[in-house]
């Protein structure tokens, strides 16, 4: 399994209460996420050295929960995703569950734009407001 299949809902390909995207997402859970939420992009790559959790994987399952009602799991997963950015602000690739080290590119903005992209999804979750589209928005 891997945890790009969380783009399928979000990029409207299947809607978020399809069985099959509500199987789906439990199953990244149980196979792919830390208990605090962090996301690894997949089980095994057979590549040598470890992987860490993907920050951007992370923040689409925030995108997905908050989409799909579980508004409380979104925001404690981003809550934790926050607090391993930089002093500065800024974030890696990847996250070691373990240490909380920032990983691999630093600073990466596929990780940043993740950010983004769930600080509004969670905006509109808890205010209520029309959620739209995964894509281009007017801010």
């Known amino acids: 399994i891997d945890a790009s ?3 399928i809902p979000l ?3 299947l809607p978020f209460d399809d069985p099959r995207i509500q199987g789906t997402i439990e199953r990244i ?3 792919l ?3 605090e939420g962090l996301v690894y992009r997949y089980e095994h790559d057979e590549m040598p050295g470890d992987e860490g959790a ?3 994987c992370s923040f689409w399952l925030v995108d997905c929960l908050a989409r799909m009602g579980h508004v409380d799991r979104a925001r404690e997963i981003f809550e934790t995703l926050t607090e391993h950015f930089s002093p500065h602000g800024l ?3 990847e996250i070691d569950p373990e240490t909380g080290d920032l990983l691999g590119n630093y600073p990466q903005a596929f990780s940043h734009i993740g950010f983004v992209n769930s600080a509004l999804f969670l905006h509109e979750a808890e205010t209520g407001t029309e ?3 995964f894509g ?3 801010v």
Do not use: C, W
């Open 91 to 93: 974030v890696s690739e």
């Open 29 to 31: 859970i149980d196979r």
């Open 5 to 7: 299949l969380l783009l």
């Open 131 to 133: 959620i739209q589209p």
């Open 136 to 138: 281009p928005r007017s």
């Open 11 to 13: 990029s409207g390909f």
């Open 33 to 35: 996420a830390t208990d």
């Open 54 to 56: 993907f920050v951007l």
